[in-house]
């Protein structure tokens, strides 16, 4: 069965710093796999996908990800956070075919320190 | 951003009174799903549509019935409300089934607490 795993709930940065959000997933075949980012009280926002070719996608508000397809994993990046980056961020993972459903991990809260 | 209008916004109900969610789209795009966001679980499909009558269950279906008479609305019903209910609920669409439009997008969620 699919599954997407987020091994940290919560992290706190400094803004500046960079960052990096783990996510790994359990999927038999070459899955469809995407970022989203839900600020307080507000729905996803989708920054990045990656459905094939160049395993480095590009997303918006500086995020990038890197699909590693050995270590099972499609981890989020940004070089230098910015205090609004302060979300929560949700990895999914998609079969498509037929009905698209979509499998999110459990995700994880970002605080941004001044 | 795509457009997508969820209502109510927010509800709160009574143990064991029948609720409905509504989720509306102006982009015609085929496919529409509930999901319900609860903290630790993440977003888990309640239900979702393939086309207009057609529907199916998703992981956590139970005490949940969906209707989609029209393109545009995916109605989410909870015929008996029950405390475990409360939730913030989601509604995403998404074009197609494959290749690289293949992207749900996300409603702005109804926060339903059943007391």
């Known amino acids: 069965a699919q599954s997407v795993t987020q091994p940290d709930i919560h992290i706190t940065v400094s803004e500046g710093a960079s960052l990096e959000l783990r996510c790994n997933y359990s999927y038999g075949a070459t899955p469809y796999l995407f970022w989203y980012v839900q600020s307080p009280g507000q729905g996803l926002q989708l920054l990045l996908k990656y459905f094939s070719g160049d395993t480095l996608v590009q997303g918006i508000k500086g995020f990038e990800a890197e699909f590693k397809r050995s270590q099972s994993s499609f981890n989020l990046r940004k070089p230098s956070v910015h205090w609004s980056d302060a979300a929560e961020y949700f990895c999914a993972v998609g079969a498509g075919g037929a009905t698209n459903k979509l499998i999110f991990g459990t995700g994880t809260l970002l605080a941004v320190q001044p | 951003d795509a457009g997508i209008t969820q209502s109510p916004r927010h509800k709160v109900t009574e143990t064991g009174t029948p609720v409905t969610l509504r989720c509306h789209q102006t982009?015609?795009?085929?496919?529409m799903y509930w999901y319900r966001q609860d903290p630790g679980h993440g977003l888990r499909l309640i239900h979702y549509?393939?086309?207009?009558?057609?529907?199916d269950k998703g992981e956590v279906s139970d005490g949940y019935s969906v209707s989609r008479s029209k393109t545009e609305d995916f109605l989410l019903t909870l015929e008996s409300a029950t405390s475990s209910q409360t939730s913030v609920y989601f509604c995403?669409?998404?074009?197609?089934?494959?290749?690289?439009?293949?992207?749900?997008?996300f409603g702005p969620g109804t926060r339903l607490t059943v007391l």
């Open positions: 549509s393939y086309g207009v009558k057609d529907t």
């Open positions: 995403a669409i998404s074009e197609t089934s494959g290749g690289s439009t293949d992207t749900q997008y």
């Open positions: 982009e015609n795009h085929r496919y």
